[in-house]
């Protein structure tokens, strides 16, 4: 079945760039199907979607983020991954991969806490 | 951006009692695109109703949902002591796509 993990650093300072991947196994991230999407979840709040990628590269942001997200796909490793620049202590949340089909997220990964400190 | 309002924050029933967890949009959600996700401490979150209405692979049919427009409902028929855990609504018709601020099911 379909599983998909983060992987990445756990801290990152301030004003620094987070960067993180998903990798996708039992399944080709290269399906015409689907997108895949990055989502976020800070500590005891709720979610908010970061932004998806196609394999071919299209990718859409949530616009409260866009200027700071880069999302890229590597297809040959099945994997896609996230960069969020400028970094500060709001950003800190765990941040999720999921499959991002027809607008729903199913499945996701685990999640990773990132934390922004000095 | 469309806001969405789940209601109650927090939810105390009992097992085998009936659950209904609303979820309000401030827009009109188009073509009912609306799911329902269970997040238990600790995990990630889990797909359960898509289409307002249509249950995810494995889901079991005590989980129902429906609704249309601005205003959605998760039901769940008689709760399991599993069923206790934060649930989250999510529309996707309108980009962004965005997450109500979650209802919490406790146990009485």
């Known amino acids: 079945q379909l599983q998909l993990q983060e992987s990445g650093p756990g801290l990152v300072k301030p004003s620094e760039t987070l960067s993180l991947t998903c990798t996708v196994s039992g399944g080709s991230i290269s399906s015409s199907s689907y997108y895949w999407g990055w989502i976020r979840q800070p500590p005891g709040k709720g979610l908010e979607w970061i932004g998806s990628i196609y394999y071919s590269g299209s990718t859409y942001y949530n616009p409260s983020l866009k200027s700071r997200v880069t999302i890229s796909v590597d297809t040959s490793k099945n994997q896609f991954s996230l960069k969020l620049s400028s970094v500060t202590a709001a950003d800190t949340a765990v941040y999720y991969c999921a499959r991002h089909f027809k607008g729903w997220f199913d499945p996701w990964g685990q999640g990773t806490l990132v934390t922004v400190s000095s | ?108």
């Open chain 2, 1 to 108: 951006e469309i806001v969405l309002t789940q209601s109650p924050g927090t939810l105390s029933l009992s097992p085998g009692e009936r659950a209904t967890l609303s979820c309000r949009a401030s827009q009109s959600v188009s073509s009912s695109y609306l799911a329902w996700y269970q997040q238990k401490p600790g995990q990630a979150p889990r797909l359960l109703i898509y289409g307002a209405s249509s249950r995810a692979t494995g889901i079991p049919d005590r989980f129902s949902g429906s609704g249309s427009g601005t205003d959605f409902t998760l039901t769940i028929s008689r709760l399991e002591p599993e069923d206790f855990a934060v649930y989250y609504c999510q529309q996707y018709g309108s980009s962004p796509n965005s997450f109500g601020q979650g209802t919490k099911l406790e146990i009485k």
